[in-house]
């Protein structure tokens, strides 16, 4: 009867292992399939046709591949300062009366002002449209025209969801802010109005191609083809 129980007992280990593998099975496989639809979907979208959508008055033989409402221009504005005072002063003997000394004392009260802290702020809210030739936001209060022929440099920090462009026109740069939600969004559409405007669009399309060969090759449960006998 004890081994009875015992081998009830491994059978049923047996069965909770074999059904926790299935299921995490199950969810490496679905993880996958997730990753996969995600990179063939960034090919199809690469592939796919620019737009002439309304808002923005494109020049001849634009096209835009990205619209992001709801974003922010952010400056660097300078916060309320302070004055900051200070006294100072200088005793002089004058004489003596009745035995004691008689002196002058002449004080002053000198301060000085303290700066605000420079920190960063949003100044203005608008759309951002990217195209082929520029990125430019536009709001109600502000606009901002990044030409990529003027482009000297371009910064991305995806965790605060901001995008920092230089141009050789401009004194200072040019930040946006769309957050950290659709930053890998913005990222790819404007990597690819990039290569649209450099005129290497069809090898982004192939790297994006390759991305999703790799995918491929590490499904999971793919089976590995037996390495052929060694031949003397």
Not at 61 to 83: K, T
Not at 117 to 125: E, G, I, K, N, R
Request: hydrophobic share 40%; proline share 5%.
């Amino acid at each position: 009867m004890f081994e009875s129980f015992k081998a009830k007992r491994a059978a049923a280990k047996a069965s909770r292992q074999e059904a926790a593998a299935a299921s995490a099975a199950t969810r490496e496989l679905s993880a996958w399939e997730h990753e996969r639809d995600s990179a063939e979907a960034l090919v199809e979208q690469a592939a796919a046709p620019g737009a002439s959508p309304d808002g923005i008055v494109l020049h001849k033989g634009e096209l835009c591949y990205g619209i992001v409402n709801g974003c922010s221009l952010v400056e660097e504005r300078r916060g309320q300062g302070h004055f900051v005072a200070g006294s100072a002063g200088v005793s002089i003997p004058i004489g003596s009366l009745g035995g004691r000394a008689i002196r002058y004392r002449v004080g002053a009260t000198r301060g000085h002002y303290v700066q605000g802290t420079v920190t960063p702020t949003a100044v203005a809210s608008g759309d951002v449209f990217i195209t082929d030739q520029r990125v430019v936001f536009l709001g109600p209060t502000q606009t901002r025209e990044c030409s990529f022929a003027k482009l000297v440099g371009l910064a991305r920090n995806d965790d605060e969801g901001t995008m920092t462009l230089s141009v050789s026109n401009r004194q200072h740069p040019t930040v946006i802010s769309y957050g950290p939600e659709i930053a890998q969004w913005v990222a790819f559409r404007t990597d690819l109005a990039l290569s649209h405007w450099r005129g290497d669009v069809d090898e982004f399309i192939e790297q994006l191609r390759a991305q999703v060969a790799e995918i491929d090759a590490r499904r999971p449960g793919l089976a590995t083809a037996p390495s052929p006998p060694a031949t003397s």
